[in-house]
């Protein structure tokens, strides 16, 4: 990976049901086996699955560092599959009162985690409420996950027109899970793209994975194993790696918010 600092990208969505969570998880599996130090945050702050779907149990989460006396390494929580993971509670709004001191402190302790990092891959919830719309302007990189009903088109440009019209955000990559074929998939992006086009001004879109409909997927989630480590040579599992290899080409953004400390600032100075 080029530049000096980690890459902090998000994998985001319009609407629940679209595989979000599950992509995000495997995405990190999969840069993990290509050699780089990834951190998932689960930032789905309502309904924290990460590590419900990794069958793993944490005993501490983000709030035991702002409430309690826990550190982020006390936190952060390695998985079997070469990342690590730092696991939300199930409910965060504390994060958005924090005190200063508690801010400062934070600041410091994400940034010296970020010598050893390569991505902070940003798990947000559904939706456009305020948490998700927080997480993807912090974030440099946005990978918005739709699928090919029209429902989920309608979602995911509601969201990217609430982070461009109200925040200025312009540049999003797309990923079409859950395609019939590439043809399916390649057709809902150029909808959202007209769509974008015609009403939002400036806005960047860019088709940077398309997974197939697999049935392993489903079958890989009741186990509580991702479908990466399932079965490597699925469809799924194929275009999850390549999605992955084309992540290690994105440059790190020369700018301020090029490092996690900087991600957080984003988020907490708000």
């Known amino acids: 990976m080029s530049g000096t600092f980690p890459l902090v990208f998000s994998v985001t969505s319009g609407k629940g049901g ?20 990834v951190v998932l945050l ?3 702050l309502g309904l924290a699955n990460v590590d419900v779907m990794l069958g793993l149990t944490p005993q501490k989460n983000l709030f035991h560092l702002f409430h309690e006396t826990a550190t982020v390494d006390d936190i952060l929580f390695p998985t ?46 559904a939706g456009i409420n305020d948490n998700v719309l927080y997480f993807n302007m912090a974030a440099q990189e946005r990978i918005v996950v739709l699928t ?31 395609a019939h ?6 057709e809902m992006f150029a909808r959202l793209h ?10 960047s879109l860019e088709l940077t994975g398309i997974i197939p409909r697999d049935t392993g997927v489903r079958k890989a989630v009741v186990q509580q194993l991702p479908f990466c480590v399932s079965d490597p040579q699925s469809p799924a599992a194929k275009s999850v790696l390549a999605l992955a290899q084309n992540i ?12 996690i400390k900087f991600f957080w600032k984003k988020l907490l100075f708000r």
């Open 148 to 178: 090919p009903e029209p429902t989920s088109l309608t979602d995911a440009y509601a969201l990217i027109k609430v982070l461009k019209t109200n925040h200025g955000v312009e540049r999003f990559k797309v990923c079409v899970n859950m």
């Open 18 to 37: 679209v595989g979000k969570t599950n992509i995000a998880v495997n995405l990190a599996i999969c840069l993990a086996q290509l050699g780089k130090q």
């Open 181 to 186: 074929d590439a043809k399916t998939a390649k």
């Open 42 to 44: 689960d930032a789905d």
């Open 194 to 203: 007209q769509a974008c086009d015609h009403f939002l001004s400036g806005v």
């Open 248 to 259: 290690t080409t994105w440059e790190v953004p020369e700018n301020l918010d090029g490092n």
């Open 80 to 125: 079997p599959y070469g990342f690590t993971i730092l696991p939300a509670s199930s409910g965060m709004s504390e994060m958005l009162t924090l005190s200063t001191g508690q801010k400062l402190e934070l600041l410091e302790a994400v940034e010296d985690m970020e010598d050893e990092l390569d991505y902070l891959i940003v798990d947000t919830g």
